[in-house]
């Protein structure tokens, strides 16, 4: 039950200073689990489309390892603990396709499993299962196999230069600014026809799914809104400071995984502010 601490004003009334409420921090008591999970499942869609359109059956094959896994881990996990098994909530499904959305297209199939149990148990079933956790889950099994794994989540594990996949035999766009300079365009990277993890190539295809988030209120728009405005004027300095570099505002924006950042992960309602100033 929530609650506040208060204080009184001028006339005497009753005023909060502070609200203090369990998680998760929904914008609407109508919501449920299975609700939430399904939206995120449906604004996600855009963005395997693409995934699949660009890495091919690479991108099948992370997701069914790393949704596989989410679910085996949870089965397990619960089962341990001597508690009823939640799958058809369809977090842990969440867990493993934004986990894979994290992972680029040639990462072993074993680094997807190993981030899968930790998500699940360490990131989630540990602290209570859903709703209980402290970090997002899926970023919690991201971490730690980019610090175990390194060499296969570095920018080199990125490229693999005799696929039959184009995009893997060029380096991503941050990559190749870093180390060459060379400035990816603009449209390559809103449409997504470049390298990179399989959820963060197209820009479009983020705002599409992200949008929808917002409009159902199943992610409130203050949290991703927060991440593009402290980008836009980092952003902004670097360009006034550095226009020869080519790299623009927009750059920041698409580039990378700032966009599936904003929307699928500052959004998480265990993790996010309880009201919209924070």
Same mark, same amino acid.
């Given at each position: 039950?929530?609650?506040?601490?208060?204080?009184?004003?001028?006339?005497?009334?009753?005023?909060?200073?502070?609200?203090?409420?369990p998680?998760?921090?929904?914008?609407?008591?109508?919501?449920?689990?299975?609700?939430?999970?399904?939206?995120?499942?449906?604004?996600?869609?855009?963005?395997?489309?693409?995934?699949?359109?660009?890495?091919?059956?690479?991108?099948?094959?992370?997701?069914a390892?790393?949704?596989?896994?989410?679910?085996?881990?949870?089965?397990?996990?619960?089962?341990?603990?001597?508690?009823?098994?939640t799958?058809?909530?369809?977090?842990?499904a969440v867990? /493993? *396709?934004? !986990?894979?959305?994290?992972?680029? @297209?040639?990462?072993?199939?074993?680094v =997807? $499993? +190993? #981030? &899968?149990?930790?998500a699940?148990?360490?990131?989630?079933?540990?602290?209570?299962?859903?709703?209980?956790n402290?970090?997002?889950?899926?970023?919690?099994?991201?971490?730690?196999?980019?610090?175990?794994?390194?060499?296969?989540?570095?920018?080199?594990?990125?490229?693999?230069?005799?696929?039959?996949?184009?995009?893997?035999?060029?380096?991503?766009?941050?990559?190749?600014?870093?180390?060459?300079?060379?400035?990816?365009?603009?449209?390559?990277?809103?449409?997504?026809?470049?390298?990179?993890?399989?959820?963060?190539?197209?820009?479009?295809?983020?705002?599409?799914? /992200? *949008?929808f !988030?917002?409009?159902?209120?199943? @992610?409130?728009?203050?949290?991703?809104? =927060? $991440? +593009? #405005? &402290?980008?836009?004027?980092?952003?902004?300095?670097?360009q006034?400071?550095?226009?020869?570099?080519?790299?623009?505002?927009?750059?920041?924006?698409?580039?990378?995984?700032?966009?599936?950042?904003a929307?699928?992960i500052?959004?998480?309602?265990?993790?996010?502010?309880?009201?919209?100033?924070g």
């Amino acid at each position: 039950m929530a609650e506040a601490i208060k204080d009184q004003d001028a006339a005497g009334n009753e005023t909060p200073l502070l609200h203090v409420a369990p998680s998760p921090h929904l914008s609407s008591t109508a919501m449920t689990t299975q609700g939430m999970m399904r939206d995120v499942l449906i604004a996600l869609v855009p963005v395997v489309l693409v995934a699949i359109y660009v890495f091919r059956g690479l991108a099948l094959f992370q997701i069914a390892v790393c949704v596989i896994s989410c679910l085996v881990a949870e089965g397990i996990f619960v089962k341990m603990r001597g508690r009823t098994a939640t799958l058809k909530d369809c977090s842990a499904a969440v867990t /493993g *396709l934004i !986990l894979a959305l994290s992972l680029p @297209a040639t990462a072993p199939w074993y680094v =997807g $499993v +190993i #981030a &899968a149990f930790i998500a699940i148990g360490i990131g989630k079933v540990i602290f209570g299962g859903v709703g209980m956790n402290l970090f997002k889950p899926a970023m919690v099994g991201r971490a730690f196999v980019m610090i175990s794994f390194a060499g296969a989540l570095a920018a080199s594990g990125y490229e693999n230069s005799l696929s039959q996949v184009d995009a893997i035999t060029q380096a991503t766009p941050m990559d190749a600014f870093k180390q060459n300079g060379v400035v990816t365009p603009l449209m390559a990277l809103f449409l997504g026809s470049t390298n990179g993890s399989l959820g963060e190539t197209s820009a479009l295809a983020c705002l599409m799914g /992200g *949008l929808f !988030l917002c409009v159902r209120r199943t @992610a409130s728009w203050e949290s991703p809104a =927060g $991440v +593009i #405005a &402290a980008v836009v004027v980092i952003g902004g300095l670097q360009q006034i400071m550095a226009p020869e570099s080519g790299w623009t505002v927009l750059h920041h924006l698409f580039g990378g995984a700032l966009l599936f950042g904003a929307f699928f992960i500052a959004t998480d309602p265990v993790s996010s502010p309880l009201t919209p100033r924070g």
